[in-house]
C-alpha cells in the first residue's frame, strides 16, 4: 500500500488521514505496557513506511497537514488525549525526515518548518511540557537542524530556545510507560538536539544572552537536573564548537568558564570523600563522571585551545592522583575514567619540551598498575593497558620520551604476571602486545 501510494497522490491524500489516527497512542494501552510495546514496534515498523509512501505520493499535502495538526493540537485546551495527539503529529514528521530533508523544495519545506515551530512555541510548554511531547519535540529539532538553518533567523532562535527549556523541566513523572514510547529520555535527546543546533550554526550562540543561557544548562547537574554523563559529554561538543567559533581573545575565557564547575565539584568531592566511611561508591561514581568530563574537555579543547587546557589537566592533577590511588584498584568506574583522562592527556604531548607531563603520566601509571597487581583487579587494569597501547604507538616520541615509554612496558608486564584473570584480559593483551 505504501508503495502504491507513493505513486498515486490521490491515493496517499486520502491514507494519510487514516495513518495519522493510528499514530496516536490510546489512553487503554498505557495501562499494558507489553500491549504498548507492542504498538510502538508497530508504529516505528510499519506506519513509518507508510507515512513515507504518503510523503511520497503528496509532499505538500503531507507537509501541510503535519502543520496543521500541529498548529491545532497547540492551541487546543489541555485535555488527557491531547499530549498523545500533539507527540503523533510530531512523529510523522520525524518518520519522512531522511526523505524532507532532502526535499528539492526547500521553500515549501522551510514555509511549514515555521509554522510548526512557531505553533510549538506559542504553546510554551502547556502540553509539550509532557514528557513523550518534549522527547518527541527534541527528536524533530534534531531531525531537522540542518533545514532549520533555511529559515528565518527568529526560528533557529525560537527552536534553540524549546530546546533549552526541555532542560529546565521536572522530569519526576517521567515514569515506564513513557520510557516504553520515548526509549531516550527527553534529557538525552535535548542533548543530540542542542548538539546539532550548536554545530549547524554555533555563530547563533555567541551574544551575552545566548552564551548566559548556555552557560546555565551546562551548570544544571550542579545544581537541580540529573543529567546523565553521555548527555554532557555530548552538551560538552557542542558548547566546544561555539567556543571555537568565538574571537580568539574570547575562548579562553569561555574555556575556564566552561571548566570551573567541573574542577570546583572534584575538588569538593575529593575533599568529601577522605572524610566519609559510609557511602563511599556513589561519591566515586560521581567524581568518575566529572574525571570522565574533564577528559573530554581535554580532548575537544586540545587543539584549538592548548595552552588553558594544560593549565586544566595541571590543576586538576593532584585530585586525580590522590583519588586514584587511593581508590583505582577497587572502583571500576574509577578507573575507567582515569583511563580515559591519561589518554586525554597523553594527546598533549608533542615534543621533548613536554617531557615532564609524559614523566608524571607515566609515573602515576606505574604506580597504579603495582596497586592493581596487588589487589588482583583485571577489571581496573584493563585501562592502564589501553593506555600502555597508545603509548608505545604514539609517533611523536623522542629518545627521552621512548625510555618513559619502555618503563611503562615493563610495569605492564610485571602486572600481567601477576595471576589475574587472563580471559578478562585477554583482548587488550592482544591489543597491547601488538602495539
Known sequence: LADCAAENPNLATRLLPVLQGKAIIQTPLLDDVGSLEDYINFRQRVLAIGFQGCYSGCEGFYLRSCASAIDEFCSASLSPQ????????????????????????????????????????????????????????????????KCLTWCATSVYEAAC??????????????????????????????????????????????????????????????QTQKIPIEDRETLCSGLAVVIQSLPSDSQETSFTALAKPVLSCVAVLTKNIDEMTTGVDSILIRIGNEIRLLAKLVDVFRKSNREPVVVLVQRTWPAVVHISKAHFATSETLANSVGQYLLASLSLYRSEEDISLLRDIASLVKELMAAVADAKSSASLIPLLKFAGQLVKAKQLTNGAEDVAKEVVIATFESLRSGMDELVLATCTYDFLNA
Not at 510548526?116 to 502547556?126: E, G, P, Y
Not at 515514569?175 to 514510547?181: G, N
Request: proline letters at 5%.
Open 82 to 145: 491531547l499530549p498523545f495527539q500533539l507527540e503523533a503529529a510530531l512523529v510523522c514528521m520525524i518518520s519522512v525526515s531522511n526523505k524532507a530533508t532532502k526535499t528539492s523544495d526547500k521553500q515549501a519545506l522551510v514555509s511549514q518548518l515555521d509554522k510548526m515551530v512557531s505553533a510549538l512555541v506559542a504553546n510554551d510548554f502547556k502540553t509539550t511540557s509532557h514528557p513523550v511531547v518534549m522527547a518527541s519535540l527534541c527528536r524533530f529539532i534534531c531531525k531537522y537542524a
Open 161 to 222: 530556545e524549546l530546546t533549552l527549556q526541555v532542560f529546565q523541566r521536572d522530569l519526576a513523572e517521567y515514569d515506564t510507560r513513557w520510557k516504553v514510547i520515548t526509549q531516550t529520555s527527553p534529557l538525552s535527546l535535548a542533548s543530540d538536539a542542542l548538539k546539532s543546533l550548536l554545530c549547524r550554526n554555533p555563530d547563533i550562540f555567541q551574544s551575552p544572552d545566548a552564551l548566559s543561557a548556555l552557560e546555565r544548562t551546562w551548570n544544571l547537574p550542579y
